[in-house]
């Protein structure tokens, strides 16, 4: 998925044609001139993160990391929300593993993109299977059915057409106008919402079940998430969701998604509150030809959250 897919005109229309003359050149192959030409446009529009961001992407392609992560700086810098997702790229390049959080406007701008075609391209092209393992890991789990359920990050909606039969109520969930729209058109959600699931703070919802496909990649440190979902189950309701399996608690990855150790996951469920949990290897999707290992986790809520503060480190149990 590539954000920058999408036309970013820089309002200079100098600078824009030979923005125009550089993707010419860099389609043909001669990516060291449309370089020089990129970058003899940003002499005109130094404030243009998404010239930067192309920019950084060339220089990489064409070996040149260190420039690229220079590129990808000032792109940053252009667009302080870093809705491009270049602070991501310029980890990867500088090699900076640490990185436990990904800009949430990067990510609503990313599906919003996405959102037309998701569907085709994850499900026919990737083999995406997260709603159905998640469910055969309920199963294997005892679920049959919820009064209440919520599918965060519900995105397209394909976590909810496989819930709908199972649940009385559904809710989603998700960050991205365009992935709800599409979500809504399928007509199986009790309610819709606009919300980013890394800023939910503790209210008065509570749910028998909450799933997560494919959605904890695209947060990074589950701290706080989790501590909220614990906060939002009824005693004894479940939470299911899959993580890509790494081998480091979080990781940040070329695809610009996290991974996430069993260890970090048993350890955080734990921390939580969380009594019987289940972790079982799967493969969620294909990247580029090649199986992606990953987690599907369920969980059950033994006890109910009163509180919840900060990062998440600090929910009070009963």
């Not at 125009?20 to 043909?28: L, S, W």
């Not at 001139?33 to 961001?53: F, K, N, Q, R, S």
């Not at 701008?109 to 998640?134: K, S």
């Not at 940040?252 to 350890?267: G, K, M, Q, V, W």
Request: glycine residues 10%; aromatic residues 8%.
């Amino acid at each position: 998925m590539n954000v920058v897919a999408r036309p970013f005109p820089s309002g200079d229309p100098a600078a824009d044609r030979r923005v125009e003359f550089a993707e010419t050149m860099a389609q043909d192959g001669d990516l060291d001139a449309a370089i020089e030409v990129l970058t003899g446009a940003m002499a005109l529009v130094p404030d243009w993160a998404a010239g930067w961001y192309r920019l950084g992407e060339w220089l990489e392609q064409a070996g040149r990391r260190e420039l690229a992560a220079v590129a990808w700086q000032k792109a940053m810098a252009a667009d302080p929300a870093d809705r491009l997702g270049a602070g991501l790229r310029w980890a990867l390049a500088r090699e900076v593993r640490t990185v436990e959080t990904m800009p949430s406007s990067f990510v609503e701008l990313l599906f919003d993109d996405y959102a037309p075609r998701f569907d085709t391209a994850l499900v026919d092209r990737l083999n995406y299977r997260g709603p159905w393992l998640l469910m055969e890991a309920l199963g294997r789990a005892g679920f049959r059915r919820a009064g209440r359920a919520l599918d965060l990050g519900c995105g397209t909606g394909l976590m909810g057409e496989v819930l709908r039969g199972s649940v009385g109520w559904l809710e989603g969930w998700d960050i991205s106008a365009g992935m709800l729209a599409e979500a809504k058109a399928k007509g199986v959600y009790d309610q819709l919402d606009k919300r980013d699931i890394t800023e939910l703070e503790l209210g008065a919802e509570r749910f028998d079940l909450i799933a997560a496909a494919d959605v904890f990649m695209y947060v990074g440190a589950l701290e706080r998430v989790v501590a909220w979902c614990a906060g939002s189950l009824a005693p004894g309701g479940r939470l299911a969701f899959t993580v890509e399996r790494g081998t480091q608690p979080v990781e940040l990855r070329e695809t610009r998604r996290f991974a996430h150790s069993p260890d970090y996951i048993r350890a955080l469920m734990a921390d939580a509150g969380f009594g019987a949990v289940s972790l079982s290897d799967c493969v969620v999707r294909q990247d580029r030809g090649t199986d992606v290992a990953a987690l599907c986790v369920v969980a059950e809520a033994q006890m109910a959250a009163r509180d919840l503060e900060g990062d998440g480190d600090t929910a009070a149990l009963v």
